[in-house]
């Protein structure tokens, strides 16, 4: 059902499991303590790997996810093919629903990376799996995904839904998050 590579301008997007990363890599590059992981998980309802069984955890949990048809996970490789973090696109189907989402290395933020992810994720989600909606959102005060997922919200002629109040746990504290949507037809009529 999902492709297992998909390839952009600059980046390939490999199915993300066991037999195409390397679980050192994956943990080396979101390791607790890690420059690498630094800053990455303030926003994300997860922590830093401290354990290779937690990095190998969350190639089971994607292995799975894909298996049962509930999300698309891939690695994300930039041209030098240096693992630079995940993307995945999870699926609602009785809601006909997609929702993107991606957690890089420091090191590779900036780049647009996130914007290319959420540009081939949408596209899978309405021309490959034939679903009704793209919905993608940021917790309250991240001002980098804020950023980009305007910048990409606009570019399809999406919408801001509306705040989430209390939506995403995040250690002790549970934020707000902010939602926004595109339509198959406004992706049609921007693709077009």
């Not at 037999?19 to 800053?39: I, K, M, P």
């Not at 996130?114 to 679903?131: K, N, P, Q, S, Y």
């Amino acid at each position: 059902m999902f492709p297992e590579r998909i390839e952009t301008e600059r980046l390939a997007l490999e199915r993300f499991c066991r037999e195409r990363v390397d679980l050192l890599d994956l943990y080396r590059l979101f390791a607790a303590g890690s420059a690498s992981a630094d800053g990455v998980f303030e926003y994300v309802p997860h922590d830093p790997y401290r354990t290779v069984k937690e990095a190998r955890d969350r190639l089971e949990r994607a292995e799975r996810r894909w298996s049962e048809g509930e999300a698309a996970w891939y690695a994300v490789y930039p041209a030098e093919g240096e693992l630079a973090g995940y993307a995945a696109l999870s699926v609602e189907w009785e809601r006909r629903t997609g929702s993107p989402g991606f957690v890089f290395a420091r090191p590779f933020w900036g780049r647009g990376y996130a914007g290319e992810c959420a540009t081939a994720l949408t596209e899978l989600a309405f021309d490959r799996l034939d679903l009704d909606l793209v919905a993608i959102g940021y917790e309250e005060g991240n001002e980098n995904s804020r950023r980009a997922v305007e910048k990409y919200v606009e570019r399809y002629g999406g919408r801001y839904d509306g705040v989430l109040r209390n939506w995403t746990p995040i250690g002790d504290d549970v934020l707000d998050h902010h939602r926004y949507t595109i339509t198959r037809g406004q992706y049609r009529r921007a693709t077009e």
